[in-house]
């Protein structure tokens, strides 16, 4: 975890006696960090290019998002301002809906109504990662880039009623299916017996959740991609991303074709577009900071460099 400069000549510190003195990095220290200064250069030498704000949130293939991410996020605002044009390099294999849409808001309120808010997404951003990719104003993807379903999962029992992080709707539907074989064979005591492992008030929160999400897509995309003048069919777009019978599992994967085919704002780079190639050589340099560890996630800017997890 480290925050401030990335050079050691923008800082005091007092040598022997009274008198301050420039503070110099030990060779030790400078070396171990250097990984970091690297990285942070790279996000200088690119916002002077775009003229705007670059913001990191690397998420390891099991960092799920967290409404804990909130307070990294507002240490990445410390160098924004208020109406500042973002871009949000995302990864993230998703998580909680919730702490999507609250990173979402502060993003969106952070860039303000004049200013232009964009998420890169180098590798891919699934589930809750794709609603906060909802809240642009476009996402910029290549041919390595993924968004995905917008499917919430939920700790819900298995058949010994041990809880298992599951999709929603494949929950639901499971449910449904055993309903309309007991009404078709009443005397079944089979498909009876496994559906009274099912909870009623689970399958009622089940599909609260389900229609939380896609109403929650809708108003992303509303104060998002879609906001005027640009408008567009939020409506069908979010049942199109919330339709698992459509995308049949939680990990589908959507490139830049099929965002586009969606409706989606998406700006395509090639891989060899020398923009993309920044882009794709500081996720690599920070996927490699996580240093192989699935639960641990990277919170970067020029100034900020937080590795938790």
Request: hydrophobic share 35%; charged share 25%.
């Amino acid at each position: 975890m480290d925050e401030g400069p990335t050079s050691s000549d923008d800082a005091t510190t007092a040598s022997s006696g009274n008198t301050p003195a420039p503070a110099v990095r030990t060779p030790l220290y400078r070396a171990s960090n250097a990984p970091r200064y690297g990285r942070q250069s790279l996000i200088k030498e690119i916002q002077g290019k775009e003229n705007r704000k670059l913001i990191c949130y690397v998420a390891g293939a099991a960092a799920s998002m967290t409404r804990d991410d909130v307070l990294p996020l507002v240490d990445l605002f410390h160098t924004v301002p208020e109406g500042s044009n973002i871009d949000l390099m995302l990864q993230t294999p998703g998580g909680d809906v919730d702490a999507a849409e609250k990173m979402a808001s502060m993003l969106r309120k952070r860039v303000g109504p004049e200013s232009e808010f964009r998420v890169i997404v180098p590798d891919y951003a699934k589930s809750a990662g794709t609603l906060i990719a909802l809240a642009s104003d476009t996402i910029l993807m290549s041919d390595s880039s993924e968004l995905g379903p917008v499917d919430p999962q939920l700790p819900l029992p298995d058949g010994s009623g041990r809880a298992n992080l599951r999709p929603v709707q494949s929950y639901v539907d499971g449910h449904d299916a055993l309903v309309e074989l007991v009404n078709q064979e009443p005397n079944a005591a089979g498909y009876r017996l496994m559906l009274d492992k099912y909870d009623p008030t689970t399958i009622d929160l089940c599909r609260k959740v389900l229609e939380r999400s896609t109403r929650l897509a809708e108003e992303l995309l509303k104060g998002g991609m879609f906001r005027p003048p640009r408008g567009g069919n939020f409506t069908g777009v979010a049942r199109d991303l919330s339709d698992n019978k459509k995308w049949l599992w939680h990990g589908a994967p959507i490139d830049h074709k099929e965002a586009e085919r969606l409706g989606l704002a998406v700006t395509y780079l090639a891989p060899r577009d020398p923009n993309w190639e920044q882009y794709w050589n500081l996720y690599c340099e920070q996927r490699l900071a996580l240093n192989d560890s699935n639960t641990a996630k990277l919170f970067e800017s020029d100034y900020v460099s937080l590795v938790i997890g």
